[in-house]
């Protein structure tokens, strides 16, 4: 019997095409095995080429059970895809539709009892309304009478047309209608009405092929109640507890709702920074300064020109950071955006989420420059005010709280030009050397503050008998003094402890620059670059003890972080820490991150998969004599074959991808070797048919000849070729877990 991958290869056989669902289901008819639901649900929704959302079981089964609570007669799912929702709903009668025709007829045959019609839900005339409608909407855009819509608004309002009197909408939607500033008179219109009961917030990348963050939305119809239970996803059964018993998350009053739905912008977590901003004189960003975004069109590379086109990256430390791979753009290109020219006090603020804290004002001495994407500049014909209140850790971080609090995530979290002209900026007085905002000042800075104080004191101490309120004043700045010494010394010890670790990432890349010269192959040099990364990371974690900080940023866009191996647990937020060190150096070669990166997923493959291939030949007694007795003359297992026999399992990353690629279908080597045969099956007991497509044999030879062996090459791996890596490393190992079954080896796979 075949499996859904073998399949589609048996469609590609016939000259049909594999990816054609009505050929799909014509094959599945033809198979004597009955496929389980889920094996085709996910086989469609892991390939890209059928353009294919699901729905997740748990999520679901959550909505399924959310619209059981209120005790509906009658159910309709107007998205309802192969009807997972409706697979979960057993309370009442349901129903689904689905424009799709081959859609409707998978549907119908992996869950013949639920009813599933092909029917356009938009143009559909409807003949009764409904005490629920449960849906995971479409994204993208659609035209409706002749202008271009949002699915997900198209539906919603169709969905409160539909529904009874007290009727309830419980969908599934992407972040972006939560926040969206186009939207806003559409979430109004649907909150003035009826009541948002709930949104649950799920993690990003929680659905397969997107890292559109999703949340699930509950509307009453027609029901009066003035709060909104927001509600953290954890899992389905405690999300469902929670919903039910209006417990965990918070509450937010329909008032407070006109602006925004998403769970950042309201958490309790901003609440002190209402209250500042609340009980402060405050004005606008754009009361205050021209907001500008920069220079976004497509340009050619060019290695020279009138201005640098600056990126976030160019600024590090309140300075610009020039590299040897900068881009460069003449006056001409600029067209009618001279505006993005950088002129003496611009403010520049990138608008990408991890760089918010950075900030640059442009002094008439610097390099001409122009704003590029994701910066923006604020520009006054006097920025003096801002300057001076951006410049005090006060100031600074109140900002970035702000940021902080508007941040719209979609794949990558941004901030708009409409959040940051409403920014508030408190109107302060004169008494901008408080004693925390000394806290940001560099060295020099207070030394100078410290010596214009002592003098200060000097003149006030022969006036204090004349006026008593200078007594005050001389302890102010004896304290100021006094905290003043402390910050001098504190400065000093962090600048040496930066310097340390930015000495050891030196001599790190330096040792490698050492080793890719040697006359050694690739795996050598590999090996010895290894050896030196375990040295330096001791090191370098204990000079910087964020590393927890790095595990908790794997942990949130890699769910599956308790699946690795303790090893791999080590390499990911180690490669995630060198990148942040590497890029502080000029010049920087990258070689070490993409080494230190590489090495988790070796390490994943080497133990789920070849490891635990020993374990299994030895536990079920195979005579692997006989199993490898042919393979000696062939110079492509040969290796392997000497592997088994004498269960040698130090495998290079280098050779498992070669013999991962033996696996391939059709292949000679594959047809004529009776240990591969036997491997191959081991494989697609214990991993999901994925890791075996060409798609993914791609992208681990990608990584392996294209970057892993290439950082042993005396070339120099830019920032470019790393950002490119970091994508490509971070989608194998999540596919490569997701698709390992975690058994315990021993079951009978393979008998010789």
């Known amino acids: 019997m075949k499996n859904i991958k073998e399949i589609s290869e048996n469609i590609r056989s016939k000259g ?81 539709y689905e424009i799709n025709e081959n859609i409707v007829d998978i549907a119908n045959f992996i869950s013949p009892d639920l009813n599933v019609k092909n029917i356009n839900s938009v143009e559909h005339n409807y003949k009764k ?18 202008r271009k819509d949002d699915f997900e608004n198209v539906f919603i309002k169709l969905s409160m047309n539909l529904l009874n009197a007290k009727g309830v909408l419980i969908c599934l939607v992407p972040e972006r209608l939560l926040f969206s500033t186009n939207l806003e008179k559409f979430r109004d219109a649907v909150i003035s009405q009826n009541h948002l009961k709930s949104i649950i917030s799920l993690p990003s990348g929680h659905f397969q092929k ?69 009980s402060e004189e405050t004005k606008s960003i754009n009361e205050l300064s021209k907001v500008i975004i920069g220079y976004n069109r497509k340009l050619d590379k060019k290695d020279s020109g009138d201005y640098q086109l600056l990126h976030p990256k160019n600024i590090k430390d309140g300075l610009l950071t020039i590299y040897d791979n900068s881009r460069f753009i003449d006056k001409a290109d600029l067209e009618k955006r001279t505006n993005t020219i950088l002129q003496e006090g611009d403010i520049v603020i990138p608008r990408i989420y991890s760089d918010f804290k950075k900030l640059y004002i442009h002094n008439k001495n610097a390099k001409p420059s122009v704003a590029g994407p994701h910066l923006f500049i604020l520009r006054s014909k006097n920025n003096e005010y801002l300057k001076t209140y951006l410049t005090t850790l006060e100031g600074r971080e109140l900002f970035n709280q702000q940021i902080q609090k508007n941040i719209k995530s979609v794949a990558m979290p941004l901030i708009s030009v409409s959040d940051i002209k409403n920014f508030q900026i408190p109107i302060l007085d004169t008494r901008l050397l408080t004693k925390d905002n000394l806290e940001f000042l560099t060295e020099k800075e207070l030394k100078e ?14 006036l204090q008998k004349e006026n008593l309120t200078l007594k005050a004043k001389v302890s102010f700045s004896n304290e100021i003094i006094v905290k ?15 310097d340390t670790v930015l000495d050891e990432i030196r001599s790190l890349t330096n040792d490698f620059k050492k080793i890719k010269s040697l006359p050694r192959n690739e795996e050598s040099k590999i090996l010895r670059m290894q050896i030196q990364l375990d040295e330096k990371l ?44 590497i890029n502080e150096l000029e010049d920087a070669d990258y070689s070490p991150f993409i080494i230190q990166y590489s090495r988790a997923l070796e390490n994943e493959i080497l133990i789920k998969l070849f490891n635990s291939y020993h374990e299994f030949l030895i536990n079920e007694n195979i005579d692997r004599d006989n199993l490898t007795a042919n393979e000696f003359s062939n110079s492509k297992t040969v290796s392997f074959a000497k592997a088994i026999k004498k269960d040698d399992r130090k495998y290079t990353f280098g050779t498992m991808n070669f013999i991962i690629g033996l696996l391939k279908k059709d292949g000679n080597t594959l047809s004529q070797s009776k240990l591969l045969q036997s491997f191959k099956e081991y494989v697609n007991k214990y991993f999901e048919s994925n890791i075996l497509e ?30 490119e890596f970091h994508e490509l490393i971070k989608e194998s190992i999540i596919e490569f877990i997701e698709g390992y079954r975690e058994k315990p080896a021993g079951n009978n796979v393979y008998k010789t």
């Open 538 to 581: 001791n090191l370098l974690v204990k000079e910087k003890t964020g590393i927890k900080s790095y595990i908790n940023e794997v942990k949130l866009w890699f769910t599956l972080w308790d699946l690795l191996e303790p090893e791999s647990k080590k390499f990911i937020p180690q490669a995630e820490y060198l990148l942040d060190q």
């Open 16 to 96: 049909l095409d594999p990816y054609n669902l009505a050929n799909l289901l014509s094959e599945i008819k033809e198979q004597p095995k009955e496929y389980d639901k889920d094996e085709i649900i996910d086989y469609l929704a892991s390939n890209r080429n059928f353009d294919y959302h699901s729905t997740q079981n748990d999520i679901s089964w959550l909505m399924a059970e959310i619209g059981r609570s209120y005790k509906p007669k009658d159910v309709i799912d107007l998205c309802c895809g192969l009807g997972n929702i409706l697979f979960h709903i057993d309370y009442c009668s349901s129903q689904g």
């Open 484 to 498: 003043l010494d402390l910050l001098i010394d504190k400065t000093n010890t962090i600048d040496k402890k930066i």
């Open 694 to 723: 060409k798609i993914y044999m791609k992208k681990l030879n990608t990584i392996v000849s294209e970057y892993r062996n290439k950082a042993a090459h005396p070339n120099i791996i830019n920032a470019e070729s790393a950002m």
């Open 129 to 146: 309304k409904y005490d629920a409608i449960i849906s995971h909407f479409p994204y993208g855009r659609t035209q409706i009478d002749g």
């Open 210 to 278: 997107t890292g559109i963050k999703t949340s699930i939305v509950v509307i009453e119809k027609n029901v009066k109640n003035d709060k909104t239970h927001f509600i953290p996803y954890s899992n389905s059964d405690e999300t469902l507890s929670n919903f039910n018993n209006g417990k965990n998350g918070f509450f937010i009053e329909k008032k407070l709702l006109h602006k925004r739905w998403d769970t950042n912008f309201h958490h309790p977590k901003h609440l002190e920074l209402d209250n500042i901003l609340n």
């Open 449 to 462: 503050i410290k010596a214009k104080l002592q003098t200060s004191n000097q003149l006030n101490s022969e």
